[in-house]
């Protein structure tokens, strides 16, 4: 077990890849790809153009060069809207829903695009609605470490201005330097350290959100505690812009912690990281704030398709832990008697530990690029899913010998301290022979294990015809009531999460 060393020197990793991100390839109109039929909604007129521009202003909205806003990240789908709006007040987007719901026109809400189920682009021609001029951070209160932020505002930045505090917001994701609050609250994004943290459900204290009638609903709280009745925010947690526009955001930050550590393992097989997770639990205890695993097949694709240097290689599974503490030297002392076990005992056959912030992020960045360097290996199948931990990796397995040679790449990697994987396979193209390969098959897979077909990602447009997988046919229906009961007209993500 090598200390603190052997790290090499980076590459030059693009930080800001979302925006960096140049599309190689156009897909096909989601409609055509999808065969869908275009809701009973109006057609944006010059009436309507010229009414929205006495709100917004010329300068806050687009007609021309959509195709950053029609296009998703995973080049998954792709929508043909002709208008993206840019408000930069509650008050904005309170009128332009009150307009849109009046003349039934479709709105699809919009943060930094970064979401992975074809969620965030329109289906056919709805009105973008980009939250990406509502970016103020309002307060931050270093004595009760609660935040309070405009939807639009970038997660890195909001925990950039929290550390000024000593505080960290509680989520952190690959796609942090693109991502909106807004839109990690309306999907309910999990990321890194959920296993310490929790999910949003837990740390976000309150939400504004606009409602598709214009109405404002002011659900911002700065207290933990508020047992007054039925407590709607969480409906705003994780229902992807289908219920209302997020616009404001509260948020409960933790401290920063004072001592961190990182170590990066080489595991023999899958059963080895099962007992070395549980021993993590075990001898890390309260400190373990993150647990990942990435297979042989997602480092080799993060490492070659970024040039970085991993410290250990030739492993067929590798475990990022991460501990967050108080005390360097308990922390180490604790970390060295989980590694020495681990070795012991054959479980761990080699890594590296650093405590040094750019050795940490050195190892982190061979995680969190995984998804975006597989996404550029080809058109790239994303699923995201819960199992139970014993059966977490059989299904990479199964779907390689599904797949064979259609595919470039089967591999799992994820957030095992969640139960959480990311399967992803990689293929030339996208071709309906692979597609009806690999689905509902994984839906199915995942369904008969009792997982959830999608653990963080959401539902979005791409796995809209597969939640019976997931939920009762009792809990669509009441679903529906609530869409039907907040959204009447519809006019709020047509398409998405429900069919
Ligand atoms: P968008 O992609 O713009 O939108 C996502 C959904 O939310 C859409 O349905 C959209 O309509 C809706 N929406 C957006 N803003 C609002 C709003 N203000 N009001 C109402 N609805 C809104 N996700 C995870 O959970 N964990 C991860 O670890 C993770 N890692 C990622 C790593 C990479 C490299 C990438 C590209 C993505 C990753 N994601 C992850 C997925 C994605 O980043 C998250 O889903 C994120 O929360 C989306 O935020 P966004 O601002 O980009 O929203
Ligand atoms: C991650 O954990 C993200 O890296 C993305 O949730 C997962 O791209 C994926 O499959
Ligand atoms: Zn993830």
């Known amino acids: 077990m090598s200390a603190n060393g052997f790290l090499k020197p980076c590459s030059n990793v693009v930080k800001s890849f979302c925006r960096a991100y140049k599309a190689s390839g156009i897909p096909e109109l989601t409609q055509v790809r ?12 010059g009436k309507d153009v010229a009414f929205f521009e006495s709100i917004v202003g010329r300068n806050h909205m687009l007609q021309e060069d959509l195709q950053g806003y029609n296009v998703d990240f995973l080049r998954a789908v792709r929508g043909n809207s002709q208008l993206v709006l840019k408000p930069n007040s509650s008050e904005q987007v309170s009128a332009i829903l009150k307009y849109c719901n009046e003349r039934k026109l479709a709105i699809c809400p919009q943060g930094g ?14 009105i973008v609605l980009s939250l990406t001029h509502l970016d103020k951070i309002l307060h931050i209160d270093e004595i009760t470490g609660i935040a309070s932020c405009e ?11 929290a550390r000024e505090s000593g505080l960290v917001v509680p989520l952190d994701l690959g796609a942090k330097s693109s991502c909106h609050i807004g839109g990690n609250v309306s999907t309910n994004a999990g990321g890194l350290r959920v296993l310490r943290y929790g999910n949003l459900h837990g740390s976000v204290l309150g939400v504004e959100a606009i409602l598709a009638n214009g109405e404002i609903l002011d659900l911002m709280s700065d207290f933990k505690k508020d047992n007054t009745g039925y407590h709607l925010k969480h409906l705003f947690i994780g229902s992807e812009g289908t219920l209302g526009v997020v616009t404001k955001v509260s948020i409960l930050c933790a401290p920063q912690p004072q001592a961190q550590h990182v170590a990066f393992l080489g595991v023999p097989s899958f059963d080895d990281v099962l007992k070395n997770f549980r021993n993590a639990r075990q001898f890390l205890g309260e400190i373990l704030s993150s647990c990942e695993l990435v297979d042989a097949g ?9 040039k970085l240097n991993s410290p250990i290689e030739g492993y067929p599974f590798y475990m990022l832990i991460e501990t967050s503490g108080s005390n360097a030297e308990h922390d180490m002392e604790k970390f060295n008697r989980f590694l020495e076990n681990g070795i012991e005992k054959g479980q761990i056959l080699d890594g590296t530990i650093t405590g040094e912030v750019s050795k940490m992020r050195e190892i982190w960045k061979l995680r969190e690029l995984v998804s975006v360097a597989l996404a550029e290996d080809g058109f790239c199948f994303k699923y995201d899913i819960s199992l139970p931990l014993r059966e977490f990796y059989h299904i990479v397995e199964v779907m390689k010998e599904r797949v064979g040679h259609l595919a470039n790449r089967v591999c799992g990697y994820g957030h ?34 009792k997982g959830s077909i999608s653990a963080e990602h959401g539902i979005g447009f791409l796995k809209r015809n597969y939640l019976k997988y997931s939920k009762s046919p009792a809990a669509i229906e009441k679903m529906r009531e609530m869409k039907q009961l907040l959204d009447p007209n519809g006019i709020l993500n047509p398409y998405k999460v429900l069919n």
């Open 298 to 306: 997602s480092l080799d694709c993060s490492v070659s398709h970024f």
């Open 113 to 126: 695009n970064t979401g992975l189920v074809g969620g965030s682009v329109p289906v056919c021609d709805e």
């Open 416 to 449: 095992l301290g969640d139960s959480n994987l990311h399967l992803n396979i990689t293929c030339p193209e996208f071709t309906p022979e692979i597609y009806k390969c690999v689905e509902p098959f994984v839906y199915e897979f995942t369904s008969q294990l």
């Open 34 to 45: 999808h065969n869908v039929k275009r809701g009973n909604y109006g057609t944006l007129d």
């Open 151 to 161: 939807a639009g505002c970038i997660l890195e930045n909001l925990d950039l201005k």
